[in-house]
């Protein structure tokens, strides 16, 4: 008896992942944010197991809300992608640049791009010289408020994308003097914002890699435009380095912030050529 409620209940925990997968597939082949009603069509799932199936994905953030409403890609399944779609290329062509900073500071390096709201990690370098550091988790998010990675993209977004984002922080005016100082000094600094005992650098990298008009857009069903967040345009792309609090201290990431924006620029020039090799294939 015993093995065959096992049975049945291994039955029908596959069958709910199988529903799962479906959720996320229609969505992703939407190309549009899609709503319950035509998500329940698409799968051929009643609208209350559609329903429940969506609050538990937008819980673990693969999907996502979108606020003229329907669901879209979320960010975590941005971070899932970068690491497994031909984009994984581009992004993985940053590696070297990283490898070099994260040896350089002995901290760790991490490639951060915009989805919706949120930066999410798609490449990390750990410093092989320390033993205590920060963990490169790929696929991990961050709000675009909070944290070094997320304000040094905010910073340079375009007021018509980086406004309702602002408007939404805790304290819309304390972020906006933030966010001039990271405008004014090119790169942001944080203390266990997003990391209790971490401290982090960041910066943007400005490329059309990730730009409207640019000719690698996000994965399907990704907000408009993919993660560069669509018209609204600006840099879509960040690198942070952030270690340990008692070692990776403001004097000491400050004395590497030049060595940060020469990777940044260099970053940018290098998924730059990227891009346009890729419009003339």
């Known amino acids: 008896m015993a093995d065959s409620e096992s049975a049945g209940t291994r039955t029908e925990g596959a069958e709910t992942a199988r529903r799962a997968l479906r959720l996320i597939e229609a969505v992703v082949t939407a190309g549009k944010p899609v709503g319950l009603v035509e998500l329940a069509g698409d799968t051929g799932l009643s609208k209350s197991t559609c329903y429940r199936l969506l609050r538990v994905l937008q819980d673990e953030l693969y999907l996502d809300r979108a606020e003229s409403g329907g669901y879209r890609v979320g960010s975590r399944l941005v971070g899932v992608a970068a690491a497994v779609l031909p984009q994984a290329d581009r992004y993985a062509a940053a590696r070297p640049a990283l490898r070099e900073l994260a040896a350089t500071t002995g901290e760790t390096a991490t490639l951060h791009v915009r989805s919706g709201a949120r930066a999410v990690l798609v490449l990390g370098v750990e410093s092989a010289d320390q033993v205590l550091r920060r963990a490169a988790t790929v696929g991990e998010s961050t709000p675009l408020t909070s944290g070094c990675s997320g304000r040094a993209i905010l910073a340079t977004l375009r007021p018509g994308a980086a406004q309702p984002i602002i408007d939404r922080a805790e304290d819309p005016a304390v972020l906006r003097v933030a966010l001039d100082e990271i405008r004014r000094a090119g790169y942001a600094l944080s203390y266990g914002a997003n ?5 982090g650098m960041a910066a ?19 907000p408009a435009g993919g993660p560069a967040g669509g018209p609204a345009g600006g840099p879509a792309l ?21 060595r940060l924006l020469d990777t940044c620029a260099e970053l940018s020039e290098l998924l730059d050529d990227r891009a346009e090799a890729l419009t003339h294939r």
């Open 204 to 222: 943007p990298v400005r490329s059309s890699f990730e730009r409207p008009g640019g000719s690698a857009g996000g994965p399907p069903g990704g």
């Open 238 to 258: 960040s690198v942070a380095v952030s270690g340990p609090a008692a070692r990776w201290t403001e004097g000491r990431m400050r004395t590497f912030a030049d």
């Open 195 to 199: 990391h209790p005992g971490v401290h």
